[in-house]
C-alpha cells in the first residue's frame, strides 16, 4: 500500500530565524525550494507526497495540496483518525534528505519510526497505521511523541540518519546545506551568492554581493 | 585483522566554548568521561582503542595511549605510513556513538569511510590501509579528505549516522546529549544538575543551582 506523505508547510514569512541573511520574499523563495526537494525524495521513494498548508500559496510544482490553517497539531490530528493505512509526515524544510532515508523510514519492521530534529524536535514520523497515532509538536516532541507510541503499544524505531535530523532554521544550518545539498534549495543558496569560508578554524557561510 | 581505533584528545583545558556553563575543571572531566564514552564504543565494536594525547593526563582506564605534543596533523600523519592495515580515526567529543555507529564504518566495502561533523569537519574516518591515507584536519576538513581520498585512488563512502556528526562543542550540542546520550558524560552532565527546558518552542540546557 502506497505511503502518503503529509509534508507541513508555511509558505508565508516563513524560516525568520534566517531574515539576517535573507528578506521575507527570499525566505518564501527558499522555502518553496526546500518543500521541492522534499517532495522530490519522498516521490523517488514511492510515496505520495501530499502538502499540509497553512495557506494557499503559489505552488508552482502543482503539488497536491490540503490547506489547513489551523496549528500543526490540530490540522495533523484531524487527518490522521481518517488513515488506516501507511503515513509518513515530514517537514518540508529538510533539503538534505534523500529518497534512501525516506526508505528507510518506511522500510521499517515497527509500528513507527521517529526521526529526531536537531534540538529536541521531531523532523518525520512513518506511522504504519495513521489512525493509531496522534501527534503534539513543539518544545520535545521527541520524547513526547516516543512516549504517545508507548502510551499506544505501538513499537518504535528511530531514523538517525543526519540528513533527516538536520532541519533547516538558522545560519549554521545553511552551513550544512552547502556542504551535503544537491537539491534546488542548494542551487537557490549558490544563486543568491551564498558560500562558505573559514573563520578560525569554524566554517560559516557568507553571502556575495 | 583487528582495527586500531586512534582517538585524538586534548586532556587540559578542553571545549572553552562550553566554559560558560562549565569551568575548567569541570570540562577537564567531561571531556574524560566523553573519551571513555567513545573508547568503550570502540571497544565493543571490536577495535583496540590507543589514545593519541597531546600531553599525559590522568587516564583513570588505564587506556592504551600515545602522547604526541604535535599538532593533530603533524601527529596523525607521523602514525599513519606506520600502519599498513586498517585505522579508524574517531574524536573524542563524540559521545553519542554506538558500537553500531563504529560497526558500520568499519563495516565497508570502501576503501575509506568519512563520518562529517557538523560544521563542515571531520569527525571519523576509517581507512582499510592507514599508509595510504593523510590527513588535513581544521576548516573544511570533510571537503580536504575527500580530495585526498580522490586523489589517492581511494574509493570514499559517507557515513550519515547523526550520532557520528553530533561533536559536542557548545551549549546546543549539550541538548542533544542530554536527548540521545547513555553513557558517561550525560551522567556527569545530569549529576551537574543539568536537564532541559523549553523556551518559546526551542529546548536548551540549564544547569540547576
Not at 505520495?48 to 503539488?63: F, K, Q
Not at 499506544?152 to 528511530?158: E, F, N, P
Request: proline share 5%.
Amino acid at each position: 500500500m502506497q505511503t502518503e506523505a503529509l509534508i507541513p508547510f508555511k509558505s508565508r514569512n516563513p524560516k525568520t530565524r534566517l531574515s539576517r541573511v535573507l528578506d521575507q520574499e527570499e525566505r518564501e523563495a527558499f522555502a518553496a525550494a526546500m518543500l521541492s526537494d522534499v517532495v522530490g525524495a519522498v516521490r523517488e521513494a514511492g510515496c505520495r507526497p501530499v502538502v499540509l498548508a497553512t495557506e494557499t500559496w503559489d505552488n508552482p510544482g502543482r503539488e497536491q495540496a490540503i490547506v489547513h490553517p489551523a496549528g500543526l497539531n490540530e490540522a495533523l490530528n484531524s487527518l490522521l483518525p481518517l488513515r488506516p493505512g501507511p503515513v509518513l509526515i515530514i517537514m518540508s524544510d529538510l533539503p538534505l534528505v534523500t529518497s534512501r532515508d525516506v526508505d528507510l523510514l518506511c522500510g521499517t519492521d515497527h509500528d513507527l519510526v521517529i526521526a529526531p530534529g536537531r534540538g529536541g524536535g521531531t523532523n518525520a514520523i512513518f506511522i504504519r497505521e495513521g489512525s493509531r497515532f496522534r501527534v503534539d509538536y513543539y518544545g520535545q516532541s521527541f520524547e513526547k511523541h516516543k512516549k504517545i507510541a508507548r502510551d499506544a503499544g505501538l513499537s518504535c524505531g528511530i531514523a538517525e540518519s543526519f540528513r533527516l535530523h538536520t532541519d533547516i532554521d538558522e545560519e549554521s544550518d545553511l552551513v550544512e546545506l552547502l556542504i551535503h545539498g544537491a537539491g534546488r534549495s542548494v542551487t537557490f543558496l549558490r544563486e543568491l551568492g551564498f558560500s562558505l569560508w573559514s573563520q578560525q578554524g569554524r566554517v560559516c557561510v557568507e553571502r556575495g554581493t
